[in-house]
């Protein structure tokens, strides 16, 4: 376990404002639900009556019932949180990779038009007006890239306007649309 993950997960989550609410609004709901519908209910006297008196009476034990009500949400709602997060930290690491990547990555549809890029590859792309994948990989390569047979895995190409090799590979998504990772190989 990655206590140090967990810790920073629980200071965020705690440090989220809309925690607090929550546990307000559900806190209010269940105090009043239990100290004073369910008194209403159960008798006809007045419920803000008996919970002045069970205050009188048991001060120590009606505030505590009264704080455990707007408690238990604020600690069910920081661990479900933090747990989820937790579980699906690979998840949150790896889904800003495009952005981080200083080489470029991009998603294009089957016949070359670019769906997503990421934030470094945008840049590149902008800068040498690129809008299809064939202008950075060429049409050869990219109908390798696209064929059924895909034989063109760890190839390399030459990008002339940057004077750069990339190492190219790929791979297709569930949407029938191709990821494209290239790597920057060094000047020989």
């Known amino acids: 376990m990655d206590y140090i993950l967990i810790r920073r997960l629980l200071v965020e989550k705690l440090k989220d404002r809309g925690t607090y609410t929550l546990a307000f609004v559900v806190g209010t ?13 159960r008798s006809d006297t007045n419920p803000f009556t008996q919970f002045a008196e069970e205050l009188s009476l048991r001060p120590g034990l009606t505030v505590f019932s009264v704080f455990i009500a707007y408690a238990f949400p604020l600690c069910v709602s920081t661990y479900s949180v933090v747990v989820s997060r937790y579980r699906n930290r690979r998840m949150e690491s790896i889904s800003d990779f ?90 020989i």
């Not at 105090?31 to 519908?37: A, D, I, V």
């Not at 990555?105 to 016949?111: L, Q, S, Y």
């Not at 390569?141 to 760890?154: I, Q």
Request: aromatic fraction near 10%; hydrophobic fraction near 35%.
């Open 98 to 187: 495009p952005d981080k990547k200083p080489d470029p990555v991009f998603r294009a549809t089957r016949d070359g038009q670019i769906v997503e890029v990421g934030a470094e590859t945008q840049v590149l792309f902008d800068k040498h007006n690129i809008k299809q994948a064939q202008a950075i990989i060429g049409n050869i390569l990219w109908d390798e890239l696209c064929s059924p047979e895909h034989h063109a895995e760890g190839c390399s190409v030459y990008f002339q306007p940057e004077d750069v090799h990339y190492l190219v590979r790929c791979s297709p998504t569930a949407e029938n649309q191709i990821n494209v990772y290239m790597a920057q190989l060094p000047k």
């Open 29 to 41: 709901l269940i105090n009043s639900y239990g100290q004073l519908l369910v008194p209403w209910f």
